[in-house]
């Protein structure tokens, strides 16, 4: 009997491997998909650019099994702030099989000169891998962070945590365990009444809390934290 079990658990494992990989996304709201249509689709990634662009790039990964169009309406937003943002697509909704995804967009925008990666959720844990191996400017981590090896305190790179004070997902002992490995003039901020999926356009979440303000609301703070901390 206990043979025959012991042949079960590879079984289990794939199955519950599939479960996860091949289960369905979190989708774009229709929000989400209307601002996307603003964007320019290149391949593997959605563009907006203002006019009076700088010289800077903000490259953004999506949250584990979550479509890249629910994150249009924030690139567009930021974009707004004057930045070059992109949106990068994922196999499968993952950033784990696209870790290297951003090298496409720097070597597609040859006229940027100074870049930033912003990940959300397990996009910022790619994120912050690729920023880590990479010569990237700073790193901002949605609701995120590092694994352990990735250790940043003595990189020379910004790195801003943002995180949701109704964030219903992340670990809070890991995420405060993380900042052993953050840089020293790390910045943090908690948006009040946040949760975990406004970080993005694509409804609730399993198992995240119930925010206390709007999507809309959420994302203004954001971004007006990226914009003081990309001036300062």
Known sequence: MKKKLLWLIPIIIVLLLYQFIFNSSYKPTIEAMATMREGILEDGYVSFIPPDA???????YP???????????????????GYATFVVEMPLDLAIFGSDNASKVIESNPTITEWYILGHSLGGVMAAEYAYENDIKGLVLLASYPQDKHDFKDKDIKVLSIIGSNDGLVDKNTFNQSKMIMPLDAMY???????????????KQKNDLDATITEEEQRYQVIETIVKWLND
């Open 54 to 60: 700088d010289q800077i790039g903000i490259i953004i």
């Open 63 to 81: 949250g584990g099994k979550v479509s890249y169009e629910a994150y249009a309406p924030f690139a567009k937003d930021l974009s707004e702030q």
């Open 189 to 203: 901020k908690t948006i009040p009444g946040g949760n975990h999926a406004q970080m993005g356009s694509y409804g």
